[in-house]
């Protein structure tokens, strides 16, 4: 009984997603079209700085990109 009910659990789940997959199968232009009209990602670069705390051996690192720090009143790629 046990086996039985996991061959039809089996079973529905492989006929749930056959759909899908055949879908992306039949139309391979699809992509390339959204391809075309999609924006590039555009890795935001990541500042970090490094805190040691008295007392503590261990360095806290907070990475953030400009924006970010701009936002905390910090301009990364200013001196200080």
Known sequence: MGRQVLLVLAGGML?????????????????????GQAKPQVKKRRYCERERASGNRIDTTTCLNRQEWLERGVDPLQPQ
């Not at 056959?18 to 391809?35: F, L, R, S």
């Open 15 to 35: 006929m749930a997603t056959t759909p899908a997959v055949a879908k992306k199968a039949a139309d391979p232009n699809a992509g390339a079209a959204q391809a």
